[in-house]
Structures are given as structure tokens and as C-alpha cells.
């Protein structure tokens, strides 16, 4: 069982940046970041395999967010730039043994969860 402890979340003015971290206590192939607003599906934000090369990006985020992680520390990274006020939700910090490519964003795909952080835009 690995548990995932998501961290960073706060209240920004949009145009403003965020970093947000995800602490696994053990070793996951597949990490991904997910965000739900209220009354809106989950949706998938972007997602790394173990290296920290191989990476995966909703258009809605493309080029404004970066995943990353640090093997060393078991932690994976969402740095948030240029952000909107429909940037504002939930994000979970979610991880697999392993993910189909053609579902890198699909929450089904996932086997651990975090509880959450929350990000708030304002504009």
C-alpha cells in the first residue's frame, strides 16, 4: 500500500504561480496529478513515468503546468504558472504500478490516492 500526502495548495490572484508536492511513502511506476471543481468531473492534469523524462499533459494546462519528481525523495512536483480563475479546484496527487498510455489521464487507471489539496484562483 502506498499512501500519497498532497501539499502546497493555496489562495493566488490568477497570472500568480504555484507549486504543489506529492510525498509517496514507497515506490510508484506512474504518478499523475488530477484536480475536481465542485459539481465537475475529476479530470486529469498531467502525468510522469519513473524518470521524470517521459511526461503527459491535458491541453487545458499544456505549457503553463510542469510535472516533475525527485526519485530520491519519492516526491513529485505540479509547478503551476500563468494561472486562471478555472484553474481553481481540488487536485489529488494520484499513483499506479503501472498505466496504459492511451490512459495516462484516466482516473480508473490509478491505484493510490491522496486527500487533496486546494487551489484557489481568484481574478
Known amino acids: 500500500e502506498v499512501q500519497l500526502m498532497e501539499s502546497g495548495g493555496a489562495s493566488v490572484q490568477a497570472g500568480g504561480s504555484l507549486r504543489l508536492s506529492c510525498l509517496a511513502s514507497g515506490y510508484t511506476r506512474s504518478t499523475a496529478w488530477f484536480r475536481q471543481a465542485p459539481g465537475k468531473e475529476r479530470e486529469g492534469v498531467a502525468q510522469?513515468?519513473?524518470?521524470?523524462?517521459?511526461?503527459y499533459y491535458a491541453d487545458s494546462v499544456k505549457g503553463r503546468f510542469t510535472i516533475s519528481l525527485n526519485d530520491a525523495e519519492n516526491t513529485v512536483y505540479l509547478q503551476m504558472n500563468s494561472l486562471k480563475p478555472e484553474d481553481t479546484a481540488m487536485y489529488y496527487c494520484?499513483?499506479?504500478?503501472?498505466?496504459?498510455?492511451?490512459?495516462?489521464?484516466?482516473?480508473?487507471?490509478?491505484?493510490?490516492w491522496g486527500q487533496g489539496t486546494q487551489v484557489t484562483v481568484s481574478s
Open positions: 494520484a499513483a499506479a504500478p503501472y498505466v496504459r498510455r492511451r490512459n495516462r489521464l484516466h482516473a480508473n487507471e490509478y491505484k493510490y
Open positions: 510522469v513515468n519513473i524518470g521524470g523524462a517521459d511526461t
